[in-house]
């Protein structure tokens, strides 16, 4: 079983910082991709930035040049250091890893339960 862990998040006026981060745990063997996603009311979840073993990056366009996303492997760990928030940043934000199994081998996603994030006008 892998569990993860989201925090960091809260409230913040509008040209903000929050750092959120993911604390992966239990039977894990190696992971790949860590990554965070958002669901803000009444719209679909959406990728927010991702982050390889290697430190490969991925962003969505409208967080480009105000996110940046970073990982520390040895601890499991992701971090989304999010900065010149925007009320429409607002959201609940999901972290996401692509774990290897450490009984069987097999990989498969897992997701945190979510914290949120409101960025005030």
């Known amino acids: 079983q892998v569990k993860l862990v989201e925090s960091g998040g809260g409230l913040v006026q509008a040209g903000g910082s929050l750092r959120l981060s993911c604390a992966a745990s239990?039977?894990?063997?190696?992971?790949?991709?860590m990554g965070w996603y958002r669901r803000a009311p009444g719209e679909q979840r959406e990728l927010v930035a991702e982050?390889?073993?290697?430190?490969?990056?991925n962003f969505a366009e409208f967080v480009k040049g105000r996110f940046t996303i970073s990982r520390e492997n040895a601890k499991n760990t992701a971090y989304l250091q999010m900065s010149s928030l925007k009320p429409e940043d607002t959201a609940v934000y999901y972290c996401n890893a692509h774990v290897q199994d450490l009984t069987g081998g097999i990989w498969a996603n897992y997701w945190g339960q979510g914290t949120q994030v409101t960025v005030s006008s």
């Open positions: 239990g039977s894990i063997f190696s992971i790949n991709t």
């Open positions: 982050i390889t073993t290697g430190g490969r990056t």
